[in-house]
């Protein structure tokens, strides 16, 4: 199993980045991606998830504060998260991950991307 980020920098406060997570090794299409993020000095947090493609649905789940800014998507072999309005305190580090629903804890992590908002 691999999963590759891709797609983060530096941006100043109100940008935007877009995420991407490569997934091989594995039937990508039957498996919940996630996108977590980890500030220095802080827990792991799960920021989006969303639902495979093998079922009926796709569902997807985001952290409260935010919902309108972020916004999950996948297609056949990739997982992406668009950031808009970006704040100071999107900085962090920023992973996939994979797991059987995105009710469930992830089996499979990537090494992670930064993301860093600054003026």
């Known amino acids: 199993v691999q999963l590759v980020e891709s797609g983060g920098g530096m941006v100043q406060p109100g940008g935007s980045l877009r995420l991407s997570c490569e997934a091989s090794g594995f039937t990508f299409r039957d498996f919940a991606m996630s996108w977590y993020r980890q500030a220095p000095g802080k827990e792991r947090q799960l920021v989006a998830c969303?639902?495979?493609?093998?079922?009926?649905?796709?569902a997807t789940k985001y952290l409260e504060t935010l919902k309108g800014r972020f916004t999950i998507s996948r297609d056949n072999s990739a997982v992406f998260l668009q950031m808009n309005s970006l704040h100071t305190e999107d900085t962090a580090l920023y992973f996939c991950a994979r797991s059987w629903t995105c009710s469930q804890t992830p089996m499979d992590w990537g090494q992670g991307t930064q993301v860093t908002v600054s003026s």
């Open positions: 969303i639902g495979s493609t093998s079922g009926p649905t796709k």
